[in-house]
């Protein structure tokens, strides 16, 4: 079982990978444009806010600042996909190795402490709860205004010619859609988010670290897959909640594997876990599909 602590430490990360998630479903999923650009705008989101934050700036600034330079990471993978025609996949995985070095670039070394600075979770220190219950407090409202904008701008006209780009891009030139255009956009914004995931990680952990973004495709789709297999995504608003469930979910599992002493797992088995959870996620709603057909044939 899990410890109050370590509870609450799976609630918050998986919080923030919530973030994460909704910035693949809206490159993955609602623009169909696979990104690996995240595996570099969440560690240039942590180095941007963490650098800001070392010079003086109010953490708040500092975040909306790497949620800008994700936005900026992003926006440089369509432009590669849109402009020069260089195929999406190997135009993210191009932005993603150049943001290796402008990462260490911005930072100046490897990684950054932020023990003893100020950061958005500073202030609420001061409220009548556990030290490792107020960033779980402030993450729920900044995902939920987060999911509340998202599901907004979604509905908005904007958002439709965006969903229509990803559903059909050919039908939505013919409509006189500017198909480019919104690919940009839907892939800036999509990173703006890994960016202020990255920034707000930074800051819960304390330390903003250059290899950090390893593997965070993985897990945002992990828990974006994980969601979608919890929740129906028939509606926006409930694969944008099916998002944060997943990531909170992947968390927890992670959590219980790693502390459930009969598995025997440690550590250095995380990407096994992972490989294993998405495997499940994308596997059982098939199982699940067939069983119900099944039951379904005997009764009829």
Request: hydrophobic share 60%.
């Amino acid at each position: 079982m899990l410890s109050e602590i370590a509870f609450y430490g799976a609630i918050e990360t998986g919080l923030i990978y919530g973030l994460v998630a909704f910035g693949i479903f809206l490159s993955f999923r609602v623009l169909n444009f696979p990104d690996l650009t995240v595996d570099g705008s969440f560690p240039l989101g942590a180095a941007v806010a963490a650098v800001l934050i070392m010079e003086g700036w109010d953490p708040w600034i500092a975040t909306g600042c790497a949620v800008l330079a994700g936005m900026a990471a992003g926006a440089v993978t369509a432009i590669l996909n849109v402009k020069l025609n260089i195929l999406n996949l190997l135009a993210s995985i191009l932005t993603m190795t150049a943001l290796y070095s402008v990462n260490l670039r911005i930072m100046g070394r490897p990684n950054i402490a932020l023990l003893g600075e100020e950061t958005v979770l500073t202030p609420w220190y001061s409220l009548d709860l556990a030290y490792h219950q107020v960033p779980v407090l402030l993450f729920i409202i900044v995902i939920f205004v987060s999911l509340i904008l998202l599901w907004r701008f979604m509905k908005s006209e904007t958002g439709l010619a965006m969903r229509a780009t990803g559903a059909n891009p050919r039908m939505a030139r013919a409509q006189g859609i500017a198909t480019g255009a919104m690919i940009i956009l839907g892939v800036a914004i999509s990173n703006g988010l890994v960016g202020l995931a990255g920034a707000l990680f930074a800051q819960s952990q304390g330390a903003a670290d250059v290899t950090m973004g390893v593997g965070v495709i993985v897990i945002g789709l992990a828990s974006l897959i994980g969601g979608e297999a919890v929740i129906t995504p028939a509606t926006v608003l409930r694969a944008l909640i099916g998002c944060v469930v997943g990531a909170i979910i992947y968390r927890m599992a992670i959590g219980f594997a790693l502390n459930a002493d009969v598995l025997g797992l440690k550590a250095q088995d995380l990407n096994l876990i992972t490989a294993v959870l998405v495997t499940l996620a994308i596997v059982l709603p098939g199982v699940r599909n067939t069983v119900t057909h099944k039951l379904t044939r005997k009764k009829a």
